[in-house]
């Protein structure tokens, strides 16, 4: 059994070794004789026969499209699918059609198979017309898949690009901390220290925990909304300090939600949007739920105030901001997430930001 299962691991390894050319070839042509083996097999009645004329004609079709990819690998195809291109696609397999016919009329003619009712002409003729036919519906499907596997190329291209570009501009902001907030905090703690060290003290250590979470999270695109959800409460308990009575603040994290894995400082700018924009004439609620349900994550971040507050851009804003939190999301799930930022249907003065993240996020390179 160890040695069945060693063969399958060994035969799997080598298969994944290939590459993608060879891998669609040996599938390609196997199918292929597969089809021709079971013609062969109607016409002559006997299986040995049968496959005594479509195995090597197979391996003599796999022979010339090995000869037609490095022919259309030159510069002269670099175009794809050009009128020009198909003119020669239709040259080369007839031309290479040409002895693979020959072959099969000089190997029935040789073991005296030829099929009854057909003369010598139409021996040579229908094998030329339907390699001709096989060649140039390979070549076409050649094209295709190069165009297909130049583009996925292309598209993981740009995805690494707009990745890397991502990562430098978090790199950027973690580095770059908003200057008035840190002044801010610092300013609160001396103010603090002379008549409320503890309060102090417990400030320096929210601040520290915030810096703590955004520098370490640099080279980190994605963690625990644990981990995220703690340099959230750091960055609220700062501003908590800051404001006093005038910001309430409530954090609630579905224990399940805890361990699942989110892209990093992807809420951030959301909360710190909430209060920035929010509404402090009469106290900032700022609410943050999240939950679990199946492989999905979903997020609600509310604060009282107006869309307008969060249209108005701030004088020194140094978050990435809305469009950048969408593209992190297109980035990390593609596809699998949704983003509403929208007033309260009720009428009252509240923004609601939802998110719903589906399954795992993707790891920027």
Wanted: hydrophobic letters at 45%; aromatic letters at 10%; a neutral charge.
């Amino acid at each position: 059994m160890n040695a069945i299962v060693r063969t399958a691991g060994s035969i799997t390894e080598h298969w994944n070794g290939l590459r993608l050319f060879w891998r669609a070839q040996i599938l390609g042509w196997g199918f292929f004789a597969i089809l021709d083996l079971v013609y062969q097999r109607l016409i002559y009645h006997e299986i040995w026969l049968a496959a005594s004329r479509a195995l090597p004609t197979v391996l003599s079709l796999v022979v010339v499209s090995s000869i037609l990819h490095s022919i259309y690998t030159s510069r002269r195809f670099d175009g794809g699918l050009t009128r020009r291109t198909v003119t020669w696609i239709l040259g080369l397999s007839i031309g290479m059609a040409l002895p693979v016919a020959i072959f099969a009329f000089a190997a029935n003619e040789w073991f005296n198979w030829s099929v009854p009712g057909r003369d010598p002409v139409d021996d040579f003729a229908f094998p030329l017309i339907h390699y001709s036919i096989v060649l140039c519906g390979w070549s076409l499907c050649y094209f295709w898949l190069r165009a297909e596997t130049a583009k996925q190329a292309e598209h993981r291209h740009a995805m690494r690009a707009e990745a890397e570009a991502l990562r430098a501009r978090l790199e950027e902001l973690r580095l770059q901390l908003d200057p008035h907030f840190l002044f801010n905090a610092l300013n609160g703690v001396a103010e603090e220290i002379p008549e409320h060290p503890k309060s102090a003290l417990a400030m320096l250590r929210d601040l520290t925990a915030y810096l703590r979470h955004s520098l370490d999270g640099i080279h980190q695109t994605v963690v625990t909304v644990e981990a995220e959800v703690a340099g959230l409460s750091a960055y609220l308990g700062v501003q908590r300090a800051r404001f006093g009575e005038r910001l309430r603040t409530s954090l609630h994290v579905d224990p399940e939600a805890a361990l699942r894995r989110i892209a990093s400082f992807l809420l951030q700018p959301l909360v710190e949007n909430a209060v920035q924009h929010g509404n402090r004439d009469h106290g900032l609620d700022v609410g943050i739920d999240i939950r679990a349900a199946g492989d999905r994550l979903y997020i609600t971040i509310d604060n009282t105030g107006t869309l307008d507050d969060h249209a108005t851009p701030r004088r020194h804003h140094t978050g990435i901001g809305l469009e950048n939190v969408r593209r992190r999301l297109a980035l990390h799930y593609p596809n699998r997430h949704q983003f509403v930022l929208q007033q309260a249907e009720s009428g009252e003065s509240r923004v609601i930001a939802t998110m719903i993240l589906e399954g795992e996020p993707c790891s920027a390179p």
